[in-house]
T-cell receptor
Framework: AQSVTQPDARVTVSEGASLQLRCKYS??????LFWYVQYPRQGLQLLLK??????VVQGVNGFEAEFSKSNSSFHLRKASVHWSDSAVYFC????????????FGLGTTLQVQP | DAGVTQTPRHEVAEKGQTIILKCEPV?????LFWYRQTKIQGLELLSY????????DGGAFKDRFKAEMLNSSFSTLKIQPTEPKDSAVYLC??????????FGAGTRLSVL
């Protein structure tokens, strides 16, 4: 069965530190992968997406993610976090051949300490 | 371009009431989704429309939840009758042909 796992429910880092949020997926087909961010009392906003090609994709606000087919992973990274990055981050898998099927991870809450 | 617009932002209902949530997708998007978001369950699909046709609904939600797409620029989600366990944030999203979802800010529903 298809699934998305974000193993860390909560991550706390200091401002200026580097960040990695983990995402593992399970899917036998070719995945479309996304990272979304949700700020308090707002909807989800797209950070970046991967369809094919270069496994490292750049997103907004200095975020990037690396796709690994061998590890079935799509980890999100940022070199230096800011307090305003505090939010909930969702990894999302969209299945090919069935554009209605989206699989959401449960999210990782990021807290950036000043 | 305007994003996805959801109204109202907050709704308080008594148990047994009927409530209607509204969504205006991004202009030109053919796909529209309704999700329910709770801390425990995360995001759960309620309905998926493509070009106004219902493509998929969340099986567990069929009996009291009904989404409609009246035209390509407006959708409603009716919950009838409401129950306290329906308290959650309801998110509407639309998508273009490139599969990227654009979400509204959501409606926070509280059922007393």
């Amino acid at each position: 069965a298809q699934s998305v796992t974000q193993p860390d429910a909560r991550v706390t880092v200091s401002e200026g530190a580097s960040l990695q949020l983990r995402c593992k997926y399970s899917y036998s087909g070719t995945p479309y992968l996304f990272w979304y961010v949700q700020y308090p009392r707002q909807g989800l906003q797209l950070l970046l997406k991967y369809y094919s090609g270069d496994p490292v994709v750049q997103g907004v606000n200095g975020f990037e993610a690396e796709f690994s087919k061998s590890n079935s992973s799509f980890h999100l990274r940022k070199a230096s976090v800011h307090w305003s990055d505090s939010a909930v981050y969702f990894c999302v898998l969209r299945l090919t051949g069935n554009t209605g099927k989206l699989i959401f991870g449960l999210g990782t809450t990021l807290q950036v300490q000043p | 371009d305007a994003g996805v617009t959801q109204t109202p932002r907050h709704e308080v209902a008594e148990k047994g009431q009927t409530i209607i949530l509204k969504c205006e997708p991004v202009s030109g998007h053919n796909d529209l989704f309704w999700y329910r978001q709770t801390k425990i369950q995360g995001l759960e699909l309620l309905s998926y429309f493509r070009s106004k046709s219902l493509m998929e609904d969340g099986g567990a939600f069929k009996d009291r939840f009904k989404a409609e797409m009246l035209n390509s620029s407006f959708s409603t989600l009716k919950i009838q009758p409401t129950e306290p366990k329906d308290s959650a944030v309801y998110l509407c999203a639309s998508s273009n042909s490139q599969n990227t979802l654009y979400f509204g800010a959501g409606t926070r529903l509280s059922v007393l």
